[in-house]
């Protein structure tokens, strides 16, 4: 395990440390390049994953049409994925608390600004909420992530597998 991906596996554990149930939601427009990230990082982990303790979203167009499924399944905790400019090296991650996210302003090229939509379902589930924001290198039309996404995507993957295999909330 590489030195950055141990760092996120330690944060991941921390987020994590009461874990009931949870919602992984990965955002992104499959026509910006790199901003599709946090989509391919949830269909890789539907093709590992099987729990009824884990709901997967992957969310390309509208964060709101996803509330009520959200909700419904009654989490103790939620993670976003989602590319973000943070000025980082292409893949560099940073994970966000809810608290944290509440201070920055609204602006988003989402339909619901993120901020906005963590604070209805914190409203609503009362979980605790971060995002896992990743440093995209190319955001311009076309498809396809750039090799280091790509790369960023899969040990991302591979990473939050080994935790929630550790807090049991998937079997080996």
Known sequence: ??????????????FLSDVEKVVVIGVGNRFRRDDYVGVEIVRELRDELKSDRVLLIACEIALEDHIESV?????????????????????GVRLIDFEDL??????????????????????????????????PR????????????????????LTLLKVLKFKSIIEE
């Open 1 to 14: 395990m590489k030195a950055g991906e141990d760092g996120l596996k330690i944060r991941l554990l921390d």
């Open 71 to 91: 909700v419904e399944f009654k989490p103790s905790h939620i993670l976003i994925i989602d590319a973000g400019m943070m000025g980082l090296k292409p893949g």
């Open 102 to 135: 509440a201070l920055r302003p609204a602006v988003s090229t989402h339909m619901l600004p993120l901020r906005i939509f963590c604070e209805l379902v914190d409203e609503m589930t009362g979980a605790r909420i971060a995002l896992l924001s990743i440093q």
């Open 138 to 157: 190319d955001i311009s039309l076309g498809e396809g992530l750039t090799p280091e996404l790509e790369g960023a995507a899969r040990g991302i993957a």
